[in-house]
């Protein structure tokens, strides 16, 4: 058996990959324009670096019911909801589960390490986020996943121009 090694630019690519995080509307929106800096999934992921934010087609009607009162108080901006579409990029700093914000010995949170973070739930962290002028339509998908190259490029040319 033969081992392949790995060119020196080949992971240098790798590691400027931009992954998609497929978030429903309104957190998709909240990530970008209300400061939610947790996104709650029920896997980890080992992936860290930046991620473009999907809105896929099918909000999350339960929140966008509740949502006066989910959305902080402060937050007094004009929503609007583009469904279906890359609208914006973050990274993706941490992933780690509720115990590791803080329990006592029976489980019971002390302190969440943000208010958008749920208890039982894995925290995916996201920082730095920026909105995109010019929403990116794509194929829905779930989860963390890879774009197409013309995703790709559609994405990084509304970041660096």
Known sequence: MTSRAIAPDTVEQRGSELRVLSVRQPWAWQILHEEKDV???LLPTSYRGRVAIFAPESPDVGALRRLPR??????DAPRQYELGAIIGVADLVDCHDASWCGEDQYGRA?????PWA??????????NPVALDKPVATRSRFGLWEPSARVLKSVLEQLDP
């Open 39 to 41: 996104e709650n999934r």
């Open 70 to 75: 989910i959305a902080p108080a402060w937050v």
């Open 118 to 127: 749920r208890r039982s739930h894995q925290h995916l962290v996201l920082a």
């Open 110 to 114: 002390i302190q969440m390490c943000s």
